[in-house]
């Protein structure tokens, strides 16, 4: 248990950085496809706009979530 | 008899959205705080407006990027650097402020998005985005 606080201070930012590429990875991801239904279809542009938004805001929230998460692991740290 | 208005899902929906969870955070205000205190309400409150800013800036961003025709690059500089340096920075500065608990915070950050799940799912639950397939419109017939 001695190490805990080394392991936290090394994890917290490490799982931070780690959800940032995957939130990046999953926008580009969301993005791209829209842009790709909306060339196919451009008359349904305005609905694949707003799931597109509604999925980029969930995945945003995600990453605020991790960030709130490594405050909660940084007071533990003190 | 007046005919329902037919509600779609796009902009306005977000729009509805982010109405409601004005609403709900007006609300919260007002019950949480005898209940939990001034300052849990005030958190609660202070997340949910930066999610809703968040939000409709993102909203404001998409439009203004994605667009046939000519796009207004000045307009998408203002909108990208307020929504990414500016917003992202308050939302460090709430969760930097010692008087305000994380668990409010987290509840205000995440009332927009559970607004917009619930309404979604009433949607669902109500078929209000279902069309009429071919037998059916046949039965009807």
């Known amino acids: 248990m001695e190490h805990f606080g080394s392991m936290l201070a090394l994890a917290a930012p490490l799982g931070l950085g780690l959800a940032a590429v995957g939130s990046a990875y999953g926008i580009g991801r969301a993005v791209g496809s829209a842009m790709e239904a909306m060339g196919r279809q451009p008359e349904a542009a305005g609905k694949i706009q707003v799931a597109m938004i509604i999925g980029a805001a969930f995945i945003e929230a995600l990453t605020i979530y991790v960030f709130i998460a490594y405050f909660v692991a940084m007071g533990k740290l003190g | ?141």
């Open chain 2, 1 to 141: 008899m007046t005919q329902p208005t037919k509600t779609t899902l796009g902009f306005d929906f977000i729009l509805r959205s982010l109405k409601t969870t004005g609403i709900l955070l007006l609300l919260c205000l007002v019950f949480v705080s005898p209940y939990a205190g001034f300052y849990t309400a005030l958190a609660i409150m202070s997340a949910g407006i930066w999610s809703m800013i968040n939000l409709y800036f993102l909203v404001a961003l998409v439009r203004a990027a994605i667009r046939p025709g000519q796009l207004d690059k000045i307009q998408v500089a203002v909108l990208a650097f307020v929504k990414f340096p500016l917003l992202y920075l308050a939302g460090y500065f709430l969760l930097k402020i010692e008087v305000f608990g994380l668990l409010p915070l987290l509840i205000g950050f995440s009332l927009p998005l559970a607004v917009v799940v619930l309404k979604v799912v009433s949607r669902v639950l109500l078929g209000m985005d279902n069309t009429p397939t071919n037998n059916q419109l046949n039965e009807a017939l």
